[in-house]
């Protein structure tokens, strides 16, 4: 109940102020595509060498937890995902801005991002002891079996077949080999200087999604000009209270995949969406209206990516070992300050890390209610014609993808692989899988290198890999991921089959 | 024809322009690479020690950083020897011996001669780190354990090639012993988990790491790979003061570079002013502060530094 007692500290006028420039100012970097988190966050550093640390602090955490939830503006309303942290909100909350219900998408995403948020922080707050030896835990054999278990999800991803979301993933672990290999350093499919440094996942993720919409877009050409206009459907935000709470399924299993997934060093952040969206849409009974609009799916996955963030926290405030590459600037805010984190921390100058984990608490319910004021404004963005979307939208992929490390190189991968997708998605494939691919790739292989290479030197890769709880614990939710996959492919396949003879036998008589 | 007579006034027109702009460099912010992501000990000095750049009696324009990790520093260092633009406004970080060590050992665009060295501002030894809880107490203890196991201690590092491999090495050649190092793909932080979690028996890491994880209590730190014994950890022996014939080779120099075919007149202006700018009293205050130790050489002590360290790594690896 420590926490309790520097609540005061953050409701000071200039910690509060700083709060509020935080939050705002974090919602409007993570808006914008190409800003990611960690981005934002680094961005900021140079501003809290003249503020005192817990006030550095305060701004940091909370830029940190508003641009995660402001990076859903742009999944929604543009379909370009700020950050892997986004990706699953593009399937479902921009399918809903389209069919005019922006505001609604907002308004649930604001919501389960602030409910994912403080339960986040509330863990942080109560049990960081116990999170900080789970995090440990996992060596490389479970974080390879952890890709792995991401992996069994690519094939049930917002696809139409199994077959095609599988394909679709390998053709993303095939791009994620590209560049320098991360271990031995090993140069591979390097056949232009732009794809030299592999492939940066945030220039492609802006390409995957954002191109194939522009192109359709303009291959529309002026007959959409006079296409039906969109009406914004006004959503009041008392209705939106009801129907996230209403929905507790989705929001629990996304508030707790997130935190669990999100404390995992190095892993969490990216897949938590993801996951939870997978797993949510598994256990659903409505599992076919998920890619369609469905606002669980919203709900899911804007729980899942806020809750990462409290827990993501764990291992840099305990152990001092940064989790997450925004753990690690956050660690640089620290020492700035000549402020180790770690037992020296809590112990030394509580005053700072209770103030900055509280502004984080206070942090996430303003970010809701700025998110909620200006839902209904930015929702209008769907009435804009498509011809000058496209242009926007183009113009905003180019910037994002420029700016994540000021490379052209960036934009000709995002328009190459961009362009691609559209084909690609003619044909029935969907950028998430491959995506995931993407990201999931290097993980598998580089632990599964280092896993080796221990296991060698001490016992065998079989007693290595395949023996321990948590690397059984692992395997088995794999194997059942992917069984239970199957099983649901082949009871449709029967659900339908009988329904084709029944209309067949309707048809003769 | 008229290609040819269009490049050559085009060169004609930046070679007058640049002989005017040389005078007033700089006129607009400059631009950091950092071969490291955000966050990792490389950009985090980088930040501090440039915090100073925009005031008066420095640059009097910012620098700001910018980050191209990737492969130990290669994906960086690529670009900096091949697409970066030798104007003077593209400066770049160098990690000694990282980028030496991978120009010999190939697969690369770049050697020390396609940069030129600015000025150094830190040396981060190498320190030889196990868990708090670890039966090692020496670095005997680890040679004893390793000539009765061989092959079978393992320990982590920041990656191949990089100052914790060339410890890892020079460890194994002056102990005449077999070492199983497994590198990490997520350098420095990467590695030091490894070593609290007990995946691995022990881990060579970052001195400044090395230090904030035993102010938390998570780890003991048994000796420095450097010729004497670090400010920050008096009471830490060198791998010399423990019997082992190891040098300062792997002692991580960072500072700032230029690509080759910058003009003389920025790269002196420069080499002047940036030491200065090191020296600045509240970069040293923030530095030390964070844990980071702080070591300013000029260029001229620098380019020596390189070529001394060019030889001595050229020995190492001819061994692999």
Redesign the interface.
Known sequence: MEFLAYFGDVFTPINFGLLLIGTIGGLILGATPGLSP??AV?LL??FT?KLEPAQGLILLGAAYTSTVAGGAVSAILLKIPGAPANIATTLDGHAMAKKGQGARALQLSFLASAVGGVFGVLLLIFLTPVLAQWA?????SHLFWLAILGVTVIGSLDSSSVVKGLLSGCIGLWLATV?????????RFIFH?AV???INVIPALIGLFAIPQVISMFAGGRRSLDAEILTVERHPISKAFSEVFSRLRALSIGTVTGSIIGLI??VGGQIAGLVAYDQSKKMSPERDKFGTGHPEGVIAAESANNAMVGPSLV?LLT????GS????????GL????I?????LFDNHPDVAWTFINSMLIGQILMCIFGLYVAGLAARVAQVPNAIMAAVVLGLAVFGSYSV???MGDVYVMAALGTGMYFLERFGFSAAPLVLGLILG?IAE?NFV?GS??A???SSIGSYFFTGPLNIALIAVAVASIGYSVWLELRQRRHTAKEEAVAKKGAIS | MKKLTASAAIALAALAGSALADENYPERPIMLMVSYGAGGATDFQARIVTMTAGNEDALGMPIAIINKPGAGGRVGWNWFAGQAESDGYTLGAYNIPHFIAQSIEGGVSYSADSFEPIANWGADPAVFVVAADSEFNSMNDVVDYAAANPGKLTFSGAGLFVGHHIAALQLEKAAGVKLAYIPNNQGGAGAMKAVIAGEVLGGVNNLSDAFRAREAGNVKILGVFDLERNDFLPDVPTLKEQGFDIDNSSVNFRGVMVPKGTPQPIIDKLAEVVPTMFANGRVASKMKAGGSPMHIMTRDEVIEMWKAREVALKELLAGL
């Open positions: 960690t981005m680094a550093i140079p060498f440990l835990a996992f060596g490389p560049g320098f290999d991360d271990i031995m350093g090993a140069q200087d030299s440094g592999g060093p190095g291992p152990l001092s070992i940064p590459p925004t753990a690690a600037v956050l660690l640089g020492l700035i300050h000549g180790f984190p770690g037992s020296d490390q000021h490379s290097p580089a280092q290479m221990i060698n030197a001490t």
